[in-house]
């Protein structure tokens, strides 16, 4: 069963007439929305945070499109920061929040309600304020009277999601000068040229058999995806992932990171959409291997099967890699779509970053594929017009 239209991804006039607000110019623009948020972090002060003391605790204020600041941060802080990193989506603001703590609140518009309620309470509360948005919104706003520090969102982008990079930039640049993580210039700077190399990898203009980004998008195809990562760092970027293919691709997919997750995804093996229901021959209650030989008229069409992304993940351990290898050995035995899209070398961002922006184009010429704009859902603007 497939719904993907393979030629529609190589006809860059079609892509660019379903492609209304230039989803892909955006992605295509990271590694620029990096050096650009380096340059704004800096204009902004960005080293006066928290009086450029080492605040007692830090709390990140982000969701939607944004969410994936505050994981990123955590896990990168989490191995030797001396400085709890928590990650907060909506109000009320935790009651351990004082004037020794930090408080980062990310909203590309600068008016998502939960960060900004965030925001608000801990300057009423003298915590010290970070935040990341845009120019003259309510966000900086609350920043510039609580004596904090804002920065401006230099590059229009026509979502959170397509703005990934000029929001988590300075939060980096941040979490480096107080000591949280480090994150120096110098790794930013090959982040954005790692960006700019899986732009051109994944341009529209790169036929759909070599693209890495179209090849995952039509493997996907027709398939109940669920994205893996093989460790921390991946969980985060298949998190991500997950993400994009629900938001943008509109297919609902779930995500799960290794070693926690391993038990679960295995299980779903033996599922409809493993080697289960619907199969012939094995010892589920459909059998265990699918019959080629089905007719979707007479026997009904056949249900989509598994499509298991497995982020991977060079720097890993040979144990932690190993657990990964049996997931994806049990996979393919289950007749599952297997994909391991594997990092590049470098900086834990690095890694982050090559996976992220795969992905990200990989779910974008998904949706692109399938007929959808990118950037437009009605029934999301149907429940904004219902909840406004």
Request: overall charge negative; hydrophobic content about 45%; proline content about 7%.
């Amino acid at each position: 069963m497939t719904w993907v239209d393979e030629a529609r991804l190589d006809d860059l006039d079609a892509l660019t007439a379903l492609d209304t607000r230039d989803s892909l110019r955006s992605l295509a623009s990271a590694g620029a929305q990096v050096r650009r948020a380096l340059v704004a972090a800096d204009e902004a002060g960005v080293g006066r945070v928290s009086g450029g003391e080492r605040p007692r605790s830090v709390l990140v204020a982000a969701l939607g499109g944004s969410a994936v600041v505050g994981d990123v941060l955590d896990v990168l802080a989490d191995p030797g920061s001396p400085v709890p990193v928590t990650v907060r989506r909506d109000a009320p603001l935790p009651g351990w929040v004082g004037p020794l703590d930090l408080v980062i609140a990310v909203s590309q518009s600068g008016r998502a309600a939960g960060p900004l309620a965030l925001a608000a309470e801990a300057a009423r509360r003298g915590a010290s304020l970070l935040t990341v948005g845009a120019a003259g919104s309510p966000l900086a706003d609350v920043a510039a009277r609580a004596r904090g520090v804002h920065v401006d969102v230099a590059i229009p982008a026509p979502s959170s999601r397509t703005a990934l990079w000029s929001l988590l930039t300075p939060v980096l640049v941040a979490a480096d000068r107080l000591g949280l993580a480090s994150v120096p210039v110098e790794v930013l700077e090959r982040v954005a040229d790692v960006l700019d190399d899986v732009a051109e990898e994944c341009r529209p203009s790169s036929e759909a058999f070599v693209n890495p980004a179209k090849v995952i998008a039509t493997g996907l195809d027709g398939t109940v995806p669920l994205v893996l990562g093989d460790g921390a760092l991946t969980g985060v970027a298949a998190c991500r992932a997950a993400q994009m293919l629900s938001r943008t691709a509109r297919v609902p997919a779930t995500h799960g990171a290794l070693p926690d997750a391993a038990s679960s995804v295995v299980a779903t093996l033996d599922g409809p959409f493993g080697s289960g229901l619907g199969a012939v021959g094995g010892g589920g209650p459909g059998g265990g291997e699918r019959d080629i030989f089905a007719d979707p008229y007479l026997d009904g069409p056949s249900l989509p099967r598994l499509g298991l992304v497995v982020l991977r993940d060079p720097g890993l351990d040979p144990a932690a890699r190993g657990l990964a290898d049996a997931v994806v050995g049990s996979a393919r035995e289950a007749g599952a779509v297997v994909l391991e899209p594997e990092a590049r070398d470098g900086h834990p961002v690095e890694r982050l970053a090559s996976l992220v922006g795969l992905t990200d184009f990989a779910a974008t010429y998904l949706a692109l594929g399938l007929g959808f704009d990118p950037s437009v859902s009605r029934h999301v603007t149907d429940l904004r017009d219902r909840t406004s």
